[in-house]
């Protein structure tokens, strides 16, 4: 590929990924074909199989606001600053999020998909063209082929190919067919699947069960959890193992699954519309972790989203990470000056350990959600670490916030730190009476210590704020390499 | 799949594995069909693009000798009893592989080929079709589709059909792309790409090294290795990084590789056939490791060998790894009386864990054969651990040992016990002054300690004898799990 300025980019794959990166390229001057498989959601009604609401936080909304699409799409959403943790007995025990009313926000993934299209179509140079089903891929002359409609099929021949269709990518199946392409590359699939039920709105509109909180059934080696939807209701997703003893395979009549909901959520199941015939009919959608390496292919043909990276959704961090993806990205055309030779090795070698990096810590969030957030010494270390963060804000960020509300802190570093911080806390924990001292001061001196002796050498004082709330006190390096 | 006696099978992919498994296969009783996309190479000469010769050990031998081409092989086979260590100062060291001139043995790979598919031929009911090149499989009925000799297609419809068809096998692709199908699946590239070289024959037909060696030139990130042939030569194997700042990439033209190859084997360099032209010509070959769950797709298709688990070389297992999978296989076929509902899980449950420890195993060697071989405070730690197990064989079996010389101890016994075995050694090497020390009577008291308290609570007293050396006093559980 030659550094000219000005190149023809097609985008295989309209989710939110693709249209975001449509919209951004288009307003650095590219003229962009956007490719969807499916039909238009926005004129005929269509199940796409994926998750109806999904959770936006502060990486998502840096993004968003790059293109100035942040305030329409928060007027839709509904923030959750806290966890809702259901105990068997049904009891709630509430766990904030962060500081401050810090919040990650349920937004309508199908709503946000649609508003980024539409924004697409409104850039001069950008088109879209839907039920087009890519079938092949030429990577060296860049031609791409549709299926149009199921009907016909039509050629393009583009200078630049990004791969934003999403976990099961035909993109990159295309790229590992080509002879003699060193290409590693992994699927993973979880043992978990899930299906999706709805708690309905009451009838006056109003939400059954607290809006403004992300609730939580955690039952250790499976769990429910549900989002606040606009129109009161909630969307709720049952995690469980596919096959085994207690699994959607088990569960094989309606008595068994009527026993499963009253003995596991006695409270959720009076709210929840038909469980058990929903369970009964609905096949569970799997869960994968998708590593690739290299993400760009013959100069000319780059992976994007989930087609690069897909994670299970237990950091609620899919869609960010797809959406820092393409900010990145774009800020990298404007730091290379369109060069596409630099841009390219440029964005995988920026994204790549980071996307890693996210992966890792949304598939250990699982035990996080589903076992820990029940557990009274590890709520314990969380009440430790926040009251720690607040009194040194500039030496302590808990891992879920430099992951949720640190959007310029690379993942990576969030890791590395966050490996360090379980070692100093494992130390912290393993104070003797630490249930009736953790208050007192001793502890916190420890921990300064800890954090000043282990914390501070691989973290230099340059400072990371959070550019979404401009007073923030967040502070913590950027530097990358965090000897952990 | 019905539980029925005789089923017609399929196997696609007629290298070592491949016609092994035929052989095995036919002579219980089955109709078999081997399919072989390349041209027969007994008549038309070929190169493979693979080594060509290879270390072939007990794990190899049992199953060789289940189906009496034990001896036939071995009259071609030059045994190996050490490495021999080439220090850039061309300095050379023994290190013997096991007891008693325990060897690995020097095997063409075209010839234990050719003689398997002739036996094979041999048996009764079994057709080999060669220049078959599989493009389609019907998981659900069986149908194969090949291309023969790039004319005409075939279909063939079986009941059960293997896929042996390697590291980059046509079966397990097409697994893959069955809609609906949880194929969890990685293929990494090493950084390691290797060429081959060669050491000629002396003219009088005698060899120009020592013969019964593996020899290496171990250079840390990078190591030239080189097996004996019958007709007095060597092949030999260049290992290093394809790119980076030594690499075969960064030496790109002959001034660079001649001082490469003067630098680092001055003593190999005078020996080796045009090193430099052949070097210069020469793309390095990948090294792939693949990963696939499960083995076993729609009770019809099972993946075998290398399609089921490729590996790195570095452990000389490949081949033993695959004949393994086919001596177990047909154990299977007997215990489970033909009913291969029964067989084929059975078979993947007993191989799996084993051929991802083998994996593992594989890749760890590098570090061992590139680095460690030439370092000395390892040649001591070897020293001490052999000492020790003539001593107590009965507590300590090196890990070399377990994997190469133990053919009934399961890979991930050798896996979990060599773990413990070097924390243990850790130890050990730490007692102050070792390297003085290390033949005093207290170093072994406190190894028989810490063997007994560490790996006589995992280890059961249930012994693996060698039935390769019926006299062996080689004695270790066949537990499985090792709380490692």
Redesign the interface.
């Known amino acids: 590929m030659t550094n000219q300025v000005k190149e023809d980019i097609a985008i295989v794959g309209a989710g939110p990924v693709g249209a975001l990166l449509a919209v951004m390229l288009a307003r650095k001057g590219y003229k962009i074909d956007l490719f969807e498989s499916r039909p238009d959601s926005r004129t005929k009604a269509l199940y796409q199989g994926k998750s109806i609401n999904l959770a936006l936080s502060d990486r998502g909304w840096l993004a968003l606001k790059a293109i100035g699409l942040d305030e329409e799409i928060r007027a839709q959403a509904i923030p959750m600053t806290c966890r809702m943790i259901h105990a068997v007995d049904g009891s709630l025990t509430r766990q904030p999020y962060g500081r401050d009313n810090q919040a990650i926000w349920s937004v309508s993934r199908a709503g946000i998909n649609e508003q980024l299209i539409t924004l697409a179509e409104q850039q001069a140079g950008v088109e879209v063209h839907f039920e087009h089903k890519l079938t092949d891929l030429d990577f060296d002359s860049g031609t791409c082929s549709f299926d149009v409609s199921g009907k016909e099929s039509a050629d393009y021949h583009r200078e630049l190919i990004f791969g934003a269709d999403g976990t099961f990518s035909k993109v990159r199946?295309l790229a590992q067919?080509l002879p003699g392409q060193?290409?590693?590359?992994?699927?993973?699939?979880m043992p978990q699947t899930y299906i999706e039920l709805t708690i309905p709105a009451n009838s006056d509109g109003s939400f059954m069960m607290e809006k403004n909180a992300l609730h939580i059934w955690p039952r250790k080696n499976f769990m429910l959890i549900a989002l606040p939807n606009p129109d009161g209701s909630f969307t709720c997703t049952l995690f469980m193992d596919?096959q085994g003893e207690l699994s959607f395979e088990s569960l094989d009549d309606e008595d068994k699954v009527s026993h499963f909901f009253r003995e596991y959520f006695p409270d959720a199941m009076p709210l929840l519309i038909e469980p058990v015939a929903t369970f009964m009919a609905k096949a569970p959608s799997?869960l994968c972790l998708v590593?690739i390496d290299p993400w760009v292919i013959r100069d000319k043909v780059a992976l994007i989203g989930d087609a690069a990276h897909a994670m299970v959704p237990f950091y609620g961090q899919g869609m960010n990470c797809g959406f820092e993806d393409c900010r990145v990205l774009a800020e990298l055309v404007e730091e290379h000056q369109h060069h596409w030779g630099e841009i390219l090795p440029a964005y995988q070698q920026a994204r790549k350990e980071n996307c890693d990096a996210i992966i890792e810590l949304a598939k250990r969030n699982f035990v996080e959600m589903s076992d820990l957030a029940g557990d009274a010494r590890f709520l314990l270390r969380k009440k430790i670490e926040a009251k720690f963060s607040e009194m040194h804000p500039d030496l302590w960020i808990p891992l879920y916030s430099m992951v949720t509300f640190s959007p310029e802190l690379p993942y990576a570093q969030a890791l590395a730190v966050g490996e360090v911080q379980k070692e100093i806390m494992d130390e912290v924990m393993n104070l003797p009476d630490i249930e009736q001292n953790w208050q007192a001061e001793c502890t916190y001196r420890l921990l300064y210590q800890l954090a000043q002796e282990k914390l501070t050498a691989n973290i230099l004082p340059e400072t990371v704020s959070n550019p979404l709330s401009p007073g923030s006190s967040q502070t913590l390096s950027k530097k990358k390499e965090v000897k952990a």
Chains 1, 2 share one sequence.
């Open positions: 199946r067919e060193r290409i590693s590359y992994s699927l993973d699939y596919l799997p590593h």
